[in-house]
């Protein structure tokens, strides 16, 4: 990034080596399919920037590797819509990498959700052209999207040769170490010229057989009038264009659109998706009416998704705005109205970059609340995608011994386990067991999300139907899991992974209760077991009574088996060590501390300290070291009172001081491996120390923008990282939790904000929220929903529409 | 059907020339795929009764016929999984049809969806043999269905060879009057036999290109042994079977397993519907416990749908119970849970038949309403069938001049327009202009189900999201149809037709203010556009302010555009005649009396009139007579207080008594042309007569099971006169209206009933309802929902959880 504004990002000069981050960051989609690129609409030969993703679509592929077989299901690049290039004369075909750059300016306007670019350049013959461009994913209409290209002719005269194709020869090669895996995705079944003036491509993924087709027009305007050009088909397998040429004298300028329509044959309402794409493009408008509706509707978006501050002078983050939209931004890129529709889930790397292969983990944990407060049916079509997978889920379980429905770790199509039993350390070249399917937390994570949107919409017929469904699976599951330890009196959860990826096991010294090499009582995964089964009881009892017995009936759950529920949630094992610390897990307190210093001046950037140790021959399983505590994920997801009634229904002292001490311990053995920990560390932070809490904000907020991991950034965002800073405004700084049917509010703003000002859509309402340091504003605007509560420090105010509340704090 | 009990439909004969009705009447389904026919699995040659349609899932086809040019959108027959069949030593293949029949019994077991045949036949050489099966289509797991064959041979030994396939040859031949239609919908991707024991094969739509693979297995059992079969494989184009032989003696029976699993490639969740269906079938358990839980789940579901009377001895129809619940199983097999994730609206001759072509017309009006009230989430997903559609009726609005969104008359799979222009009247043998896509009542149709929807549920999430945007699209488009008549100083809409079908132009001695020839101010439009625009300026109230601008700027719905609606809502015209008459429309009362004597007495039966007339070269557009009295419907839809209100809005004189004077008047003149008619009437009948209302409901009972309109019933069953039976119990005779968040009770039970007892879903709340002639009782089940408001005689009262309310009648 060269510079900003408050919405936009602007680079003024053109890096080669920062084209990846550079492209991920500037990714336009809508959720539907995100188009990556920079500079590479101007280029014939961008293969390797296919730039497009369709949401939720993969193949299931086999690879062998120096003997060993990958199995793994990749998302889907679909065909490239975007080449479109110019010459001059018999010149060489444009190219950001060996023209003569003058200029260069991109910009993405993330107000208007518009990538524009700007290059002047010279040829050898020293003729200097401008090329600007625009480009849009339509905002309002799911299957357009389009780009005008504009060219000057600064000093010259001659003939231009314009080159606009659909390529469909596209492969997954946006990571480098997964370039051995197979990787090509597609084959072509159609690829043509229609009427001689549209450009048609059908295809279809080679294993999962959706087919997916592009239709798009090229058409050419000078002083806004239609050009006529005689168009010369050019076909290759996969690959349709159509080139023309027009002679342009000094001074002139052409201007380019090329407008897209998409259809998968996933699409609902449509018959036959070669069909519905050229339909949509002989009816799409030219791009300034394009533009004109685009921009309309992302007005709209922000409306409801916009955060606005003000910061304390000399304290705050000056580009905090920017960055924290730009994050809301990318959100919308891949969860938006335009998925509500569509089964897919939300890939912890968005739909930027091939890292993960699209696959579903538990970042919904981070991303959901923010949505909730915004578009709950957005969230609503994404449990829906948990739904869906249920069954595979009770399969999972059951395959496994357990009871309900045991959620993988990481999902694809079918919500089948996905996690690569492998991994390469690019450190050491070596693969390594991957164990990460050992987290049964995402399931907690689930039934979390569950429960946040009912508390957020009062979704009565969502619970009913869906919800109640799946988390009550996921508590007879989690129950199953549990053990009776009858020389302590406890339940445990033996053999699991916690959050932090550091630990998969004990180290040799140790020994372990449990067969299998994983870790015990990890302190997050038994108190969220805990929390899912008290709430478990609580949904029992929301639920008509016949509707509780049908989904008892259907998950054959029986009274002693929900008996066995409320024990649980009473008598779980937390560990503690050192008169109050949380221990992460059993027996983390026998666990060597670990040098940080010496590691730091040996590798300088440590975060990924399970790759250093394991190319050392050493193991992170032997130290106290987290890539993300997660004993802190306790005190980010629930708020002091809250926690204090777990573990007093556990019968375990808690008191609130405990928590800054855990926080004080566990901040000082993280090494920050993977984006999310900030975040996490910033909210814990944020009511003890409103200092270092705004100094983490400040450094989660550069996660992807300034790419502080190193070049993952270019192989996708961290969608988790990103609505969890942003989170960290909407519900961490303003102290918002739903209790009891209560919007509760305690707000404490972090040292760099003066005013925080949101609108949040609960139970119905829009309700505005101001928020400075003397005090908080609740104004409900007019509707027809009923009266909500508010809670303020232990009292309960009714809250009707047109009403405004206001409290001091 | 030669009799019944409370929960089955037997036939103890078997005639050939019945096997159509019996096989709609039996057909077994999901929703997601129905499965018709009867004897069929016991014959090869069952190519004319494919049995199986996929829901929402169409071909669109041109076909050339003496020179006109049909297009249609025709939903698509599955591949046939059903043929199973034997023979004894080198004897023919077993054949209802040319065996000769000893005796013959089959059961559809509406408890637990199954339906059992047994036939003892006997071969030229004397040798008896029974056969008997039992088939399902699963309720709980969507894609699997079975089929178990028992094969006792009586008095003889010898070797029996089984013929089990997978047909994909199948074509649309049900409706002999289409069979010139193209009819070929489906082409053979794969036809084989996996692992030497499981057919595979896998279709694809030839214009839709959607996939459906079929995988099933098929296992013999002795004595509950598995039986070792060396099959043979048989493979033709489009068609996959395994034939093997077993030696039996005398007395011995063999038992034949055939399940299948069944995806397309439109389901969710999948990778490759091949793939799904061969993981599914491996799965996939035994016949009996397969049935088991099939059975549960018909059991659970029947929880939620069934209801339960007490008939007057001597005055009551004692086979009610049974044809309502046929009724309400048929509306199960084409719209519940299992349909509830795809894209599909409720086609209105069910999944049972191919008239129609499987399209959606209004008859949501008649259904949503008995669904809402027992598991409003299927209403949701099928009006998210209309959500879906909206930019295409948005777009059909524009291209026709108007504004806002009008749904087709007759909607498939894009939710164009699928109305035919040009159809046969058999009697006639010639091509009729068709004009019943003037139908513009179908918007208030939709429109209506929405209200009704949240009215239910109040679920303010799907009217933010989704109910709103459609509720004022339609409300757009009705207003802007709507033109002033300066002359009387009142709207008017013009040139449209209602719901009578016999009146779509004005006969040439009648002059018409409107130059295309149709009909104006149909009664039931106008009354319904007042409705819609009132309803609208309400919704607009109820949602939140900032949504209620977004869907104003998205809609481009101006304040001066919402005023009119207002003035619309006050000023409709609707024209009276005779002193209180509403005329069906403008110049009804010019019309000729019908001569319904003469025409009775030389027809016999003329319910469809308007066939007979075009044959006799005259046109129903003459006289005063309706296929089904529009002005009716309003009384059906309305009670006499919100009719009140709505005339009293139009500033026109309405009293309690035009009621019966208008049914009078309407019931003399309409032929009951249409299978709603009945439900209709009797429904409006129900405060005025009661013993006419239950003569009337008498005979909407019989439309489907006694085939009364002569045959259309083999070519699918009436769904919308099935629901609406079933509604009459649920909403007229106990009176159930919704008012203003308030539920009101008003019972009248008609003459033939004693006591009446559902249970029905309201707001999160369970409620059983009971109702005798001397009280109403009302009792909430346990749940944590909020307290809800009843209404009795003009009184409101709380209701909580837990409590019941008695009122006297």
Redesign the interface.
């Known amino acids: 990034m060269t510079h900003w504004s408050e919405w936009s990002l602007i680079y003024e000069s053109f890096h080669p080596e920062q084209e990846k981050l550079r492209e991920s960051l500037c990714t336009l989609g809508n959720g539907y399919f995100a188009t990556r690129g920079t500079g590479h609409e101007a280029r014939v030969d961008n293969i390797h920037y296919p730039g497009t993703y369709l949401a939720g679509c993969?193949n299931?592929l086999r690879t062998e590797i120096a003997g060993r077989v990958v199995e793994n299901?990749d998302f889907v690049n679909m065909p490239n819509w975007l080449p479109l290039n110019v010459r001059i004369d018999d010149g060489p075909w444009f190219s950001l990498h060996t023209a003569d750059i003058v200029s260069y300016r991109q910009e993405l306007d993330l107000k208007r959700g518009v990538l524009m670019r700007s290059v002047r350049f010279r040829d050898d013959q020293g003729r200097q052209t401008t090329l600007t461009s625009r480009r849009l994913v339509h905002r309002?209409e799911p299957h357009v999207a389009a780009l005008e290209m504009t060219l000057i002719a600064e000093n010259w005269s001659g003939c231009v040769t314009i080159h606009s194709a659909l390529d469909g020869r596209v492969t997954n090669a946006g990571v480098e170490r997964y370039r051995n895996l197979n990787n090509q995705h597609l084959e072509c079944l159609e690829a043509e010229v229609l009427d001689q003036k549209s450009l048609f491509l059908k295809v279809q993924t080679t294993?999962?057989?959706?087919?997916v087709a592009e239709a798009a027009t090229t058409r050419l305007f000078q002083m806004g009038q239609p050009l006529k050009v005689d168009w010369r088909t050019i076909q290759e397998t996969g690959y349709v264009a159509l080139e023309g040429a027009v002679d342009l004298k000094k001074g002139e300028s052409i201007s380019i659109e090329k407008v897209l329509a998409l259809y998968s044959?996933?699409d609902?309402?449509?018959?036959?998706?070669g069909l519905?794409a050229q339909t949509a493009i002989s009816?799409a408008a030219r791009f300034s009416a394009l533009l004109r509706s685009h921009s309309?509707?992302w007005n709209?978006l922000w409306?409801?998704f916009d955060m606005d501050f003000e910061e304390e002078p000399h304290k705050g983050n000056r580009k905090a705005s920017l960055v924290l939209r730009l994050h809301i931004f990318h959100l919308l890129q891949v969860c938006s109205p335009h998925t509500?529709?569509l089964?897919v889930g939300a890939p912890a790397r968005g739909l930027h970059g091939e890292a993960y292969r699209g696959h579903i983990f538990w970042d919904e944990i981070f991303i959901f609340p923010f949505l909730n407060f915004r578009m709950?049916?957005i969230t609503?079509s994404l449990l829906?995608y948990r739904f869906?997978?249920l069954p595979?889920a009770q399969?999972a379980a059951q395959e496994a011994g357990y009871q309900g429905a045991m959620y993988p770790w990481q999902s694809g199509?079918?919500?089948r386990e996905e996690s690569q039993t492998l991994h390469l350390n690019p450190q050491s070249g070596r693969w390594i067991p991957d164990n990460s399917h050992w987290q049964r937390h995402v399931n907690a994570a689930i039934a979390y999300d569950i429960w946040q949107y009912y508390q957020v919409?009062g979704?009565?017929?969502f619970l009913?139907?869906y919800g109640a469904e799946m988390f009550l699976n996921i508590a007879h599951f989690l129950a199953s899991i549990a053990t009776f330890n009858s020389d302590l009196n406890r339940y445990e959860i033996l053999g699991v992974m916690g959050p932090d990826e550091y630990h998969d096991a004990y180290p040799d010294n140790l020994g372990s209760a449990c067969s299998h090499p994983a870790i015990n009582n990890n302190a997050y995964t038994n108190l969220m077991a805990v929390w899912v089964l008290w709430r478990a009881l609580?949904i029992l009892?929301?639920?008509?009574?016949?509707?509780?017995q049908?989904l008892c009936?259907?998950l054959d759950l029986r009274q002693e088996e929900i008996d066995v529920w409320e024990k649980i949630s009473r008598n779980m094992r937390i560990v503690f060590h050192d008169d109050g610390i949380i221990s992460q897990f059993e027996d983390y307190n026998r666990l060597q501390e670990f040098q940080w210093e010496t590691y730091r001046e040996r590798y300088g950037d440590i975060q990924r300290l399970d790759r250093i140790l394991e190319a050392e021959g050493d193991s992170p399983n032997r130290y106290k070291v987290s890539k993300q505590a997660d004993v802190l994920m306790l005190f980010y997801l629930f708020s002091s009172e809250e926690l204090s009634a777990l573990f007093k229904r556990l019968g375990y002292v808690f008191d609130d001081n405990m928590i800054p001490r855990n926080i004080d311990y566990y901040m000082k053995r993280t090494s920050h491996g993977s984006t999310l920990s900030r975040v996490v560390q910033s909210w814990v932070l944020a009511r003890a120390n409103r200092q270092g809490a705004w100094k983490l904000f400040a450094e989660a907020l550069e996660s992807d923008i300034s790419d502080i991991q190193g070049g993952t950034t270019g192989e996708g965002i961290h969608l988790g990282a990103m609505a969890g800073t942003v989170d960290l405004i909407q519900r961490c700084f303003t102290g918002i939790e739903m209790r009891d049917d209560v919007l509760c509010v305690n707000p404490l703003l972090p040292e760099g904000l003066r005013r925080l000002q949101l609108?949040l859509?609960y139970?119905?309402?829009?309700l505005d929220l101001e928020i400075t340091c003397r005090a908080v504003i609740v104004r409900a605007?007019?509707?027809?929903?009923k009266p909500i509560k508010i809670g303020f420090k232990g009292h309960v105010h009714e809250l009707a529409a047109c009403e405004t509340k206001e409290f001091n704090l």
Chains 1, 2 share one sequence.
């Open positions: 993969y299931r299901e309002r294993q999962s057989k959706i087919s044959s996933r609902h309402a449509i018959s036959e998706c519905e009816r309309e509707a709209q409306q409801r509500m529709d089964d709950p049916e609503r829906m869906r997978r595979e399969r199509s079918t919500g919409t979704d009565m017929e009913c139907f609580e009892e929301l639920l008509p009574d016949d509707w509780r049908h009936d259907k609108r859509h139970r119905g309402h829009s605007l007019p509707c027809g929903a």
